[in-house]
């Protein structure tokens, strides 16, 4: 798989939700997340599986995200 990057978009409203996702993720994970400074997160998935659990994640959160090749 081509390094892929995630990027979340949220709002000061789901700020600490997105933020025990990026702990608990990169805590418990091989998987690299860091918050961003408009509220929103990056996820550095290892591998197809890494991207399927963000994606799996996120949508039952109800995040909006975009998946891109990573530079």
């Known amino acids: 798989m081509k390094a892929k990057v995630i990027i979340v ?7 600490e ?3 025990r996702i990026v702990h608990k993720v990169s ?3 091989s998987i690299k997340a860091y918050p961003n400074v408009d509220f929103g997160a ?7 599986h890494d991207l399927t659990f963000l ?3 996120l949508k039952d959160k ?10």
């Open 9 to 15: 978009s949220g709002s000061r409203e789901t700020e």
């Open 17 to 19: 939700v997105l933020n």
């Open 27 to 29: 805590s418990e994970t």
């Open 42 to 48: 990056v996820f550095f998935p290892v591998d197809q």
């Open 55 to 57: 994606k799996r994640i």
């Open 62 to 71: 109800g995040f909006y995200f975009k998946v891109e090749d990573a530079e």
